[in-house]
Structure formats: C-alpha cells, structure tokens
C-alpha cells in the first residue's frame, strides 16, 4: 500500500525516506515482502505522511465520517477536524514524550498544522480557512498563559507556522490583502521566536508571494532581508530555494540575464543538496524538478516559450493537483508566446477546470491573465469558447 500511494505520488524512496528520517534503503526494505517485522511506529509516519488510513497498512484507526453533503457548515467543519485528526493521531505515536506540558501542546499543535496542510492538496481552501483561522485562535490562547521565554518563544514558532499557512490559503482564494497580513503576521512570530532561520524562511515565503502577484522590487528586497538574517549560517536549502525566489522576482521585473543567474544558482544549489533530511521549516528536499517550475513560472513572465517548454516535463513531477494547475497555465503562457493558440487555451481550460472543483481564485485569475496575453480583432472559436467558460466566474 505504502509503494501504491508513493509511485502514485510519483515521489521517490528517497524522498519519502528524507522525510520519515529514513534511507532509502530501509524504504524500499519497508515496501517489499520479506520476513522480518514491520515497525509499527514506522508504519504509522509513512502513513501519515503520504495520507494513508492507518488501517489500510494494518493499524488501529477510523476514517472521519464524510460530510452529509447538504450544505451545513457545521457538518463540513466537523468532517475537516476528523480528517485533521485522523492524520495525526499516527505521527503523534511517534512524538517524543516532552518533558513539560508547553512543550507537549507546541508539538500537538505543530501536528495539526501539518495535517491541515496535507489537506490542502485534496480540500478548497475556502473549506479549510474556518477551521485554521480556529486553530489560529487556540495558539493564540495557549500562548497567552504561557510563562517563561523558552515556552513563548516555542509557541510563537508554532504560531508563525500556522500563520504562513494561513496566508497561502487566503493566496489561492484570491484574497490577497489578507494573505499579505498573515504573511507579515508569520515574520513577525518567527522574530519572538528567536528563530533565524524560521524568519527568513517565512520572509522568503513573503517575497514569493509578492513575486507572483507581481511586485518584483518588493520581494527582492524581502529575499535580501532573509539572507541578511541568516548572516554567514545559510543551509544549502534555503540558499538554493530564496535564489529560485530571486530569479522569479527578476522575472517579473523582466531582468532576464539576472533571473538566468538566479536559476543557475538555484540549480546546482538543488542538485549538491545533502542527503539528510532538510532543516525544519523545511518539511521536503528542494529538488531539481522545483527548480525546473521555477524556470516555467519565470519564463512565462518574460515570455520566453523556449524556457516554458524545455522544462514543462520535469516541472509538472511537482506539487498537488491546484499547484499542477498553475504550472500548467505557465505552460499555456509558453504556447501563446509561439502563436500555438489552440494548445495554450486547451492547457488553460484544462487548469481552470481544476480551479473551479477546488473554487481557487488564484488559479482563476491567473487564467485571465494569461488570456490578457492575447489580443486578437477577431478571435478564433477556441478563443471564444474559452472567454465563455471564463465569463461569469466568480470565486
């Protein structure tokens, strides 16, 4: 079951073992029929991670009762908290016992951010949102009774989590305003936390957020502020993934030979990463295939088709089914830059489709972006087929 989920995923043994802290050796031992005895604490990581019912790798567990489907949000919130609770119930058998209760509550809460985040691969944010800001709300209880500076400071990275989280929920619906506030409100968590490398993580997820919605200056000068926290400590995997940030705020203020430059860097940062797990915040290896969908996103922005389709390949190996879709509108931009009109709209309808079914205004709004790209006196049926399917959306 473990290797049906995993190849279906199309994630390597050596990505799952990096993040189970495994090699890929011992995966791949975990996923053929042999004598030896399983691990229940591992089977449990590996179904959490990859979103498994615990019974189906023959552990004690139950799946949330499923949503009633007659509109009630009371029934859908209910059905997202057994979902959240039926992913980290395994990883928490897991968990190191803490030596004190703060410490306990930071690792349950930190469990419940990461379960609602591998729901954002299958769940429509507008779904999710209620429920983390509700789960930003209990942090913020928490955090408040708390005493001491260690306890505060472990709190506050909980919270900067959760706050980030949010931000990229209220992105993909197209809020925009509050994304930026929540982005904002996690750098400044990570700061109480006293945290370097959280801030700059966090500060760097802020520049690529103003980086796609067009503000390249800005998240230039973000990219540099996180490098500047980190000072001479720089992990191979932040420095390779701001310089993929830096090549799309390039991109987007259409400085090609430094995006080029950027990219470059951010490849070979890729391709020397060690073989351990990455540091948290970090939750998975940045990889070569990331890079290749930055140099998508920024070849769509500078119009240059030839970096769109030399790497749409290896790039669509990335992500979920909403993050696939953006990918894929990028693809489209690529297209139209070669005059391929009826394959860049047969792309975009492809992607709109899916933001319709997760209701994701991002997704949405980027399709008409891409079909601003095209200016035509009188449009082909394709185009006009396209125009329609997109009139009257309103997310």
């Known amino acids: 079951m473990i290797e049906l989920v995993r190849v279906e995923r199309r994630m390597t043994q050596t990505a799952l073992g990096q993040a189970l802290g495994m090699s890929q050796s011992a995966v791949s031992r975990l996923e053929k029929k042999g004598t030896s ?62 030596t004190d209760a703060t410490g306990g509550q930071a690792a349950a809460l930190r469990l419940s951010t990461t379960a609602y985040r591998r729901l954002d691969g299958t769940t429509p944010s507008r779904d999710l949102s209620e429920a983390v800001r509700g789960h930003m709300r209990l942090i913020q209880t928490i955090t408040q009774t708390a005493t001491g500076d260690t306890d505060r400071g472990r709190l506050a990275a909980v919270g900067s989590e959760a706050a980030s989280f949010a931000g990229w929920l209220a992105w993909d619906t197209g809020d925009n305003g509050s994304a930026r506030s929540w982005y904002g409100a996690a750098v400044k968590a990570a700061r109480s936390a006293g945290d370097p490398l959280l801030t700059a993580y966090q500060t760097g997820s802020l520049a690529q957020f103003e980086a796609h919605v067009g503000n390249g200056v800005e998240a230039l000068n973000l990219t540099r502020r996180a490098r500047r926290v980190l000072g001479s400590f720089c992990p191979a995997v932040a420095d390779a993934w701001l310089s993929s940030v830096e090549a799309l705020a390039h991109a987007v203020a259409g400085d090609r030979r430094s995006a080029d430059t950027a990219l470059a860097t951010a490849r070979t940062g890729a391709e020397n990463l060690p073989e351990e797990a990455p540091p948290w915040p970090w939750v998975f290896t940045f990889t070569p295939a990331k890079v290749a969908a930055a140099r998508v996103a920024c070849g769509a922005r500078l119009g240059l088709a030839e970096w769109v389709l030399s790497e749409d390949t290896e790039a669509l190996a990335t992500g979920h089914d909403k993050q696939r879709a953006l990918l894929v509108l990028d693809i489209a931009a690529g297209h139209l830059a070669t005059g391929r009109v009826d394959a ?19 997704i949405v709004e980027r399709a008409r972006a891409v079909r601003r790209t095209l200016t035509t ?6 185009v006009r087929e396209f125009d329609d399917r997109l009139h009257g959306v309103y997310l």
């Not at 949330?64 to 959240?84: E, K, T, Y």
């Not at 860049?344 to 991002?362: H, K, N, P, Q």
């Not at 006196?377 to 394709?382: A, I, K, Q, T, W």
């Open 344 to 362: 860049a709209l047969a792309l975009a309808s492809r992607a709109v489709e899916i933001g319709l079914r997760y209701r994701s205004g991002r």
């Open 37 to 98: 005895a399983y691990s229940t604490d591992t089977l449990a990581a590996a179904a959490a991670h990859l979103e498994i019912p615990p019974a189906l790798v023959g552990l004690a567990g139950s799946r949330p009762s499923g949503p009633q489907n007659d509109g009630d949000d009371v029934n859908r919130r209910r059905f997202i908290g057994g979902a959240v609770a039926t992913a980290a119930t395994p990883a928490l058998a897991v968990l190191p016992d803490s």
């Open 377 to 382: 006196s009188s449009p082909p049926r394709v």
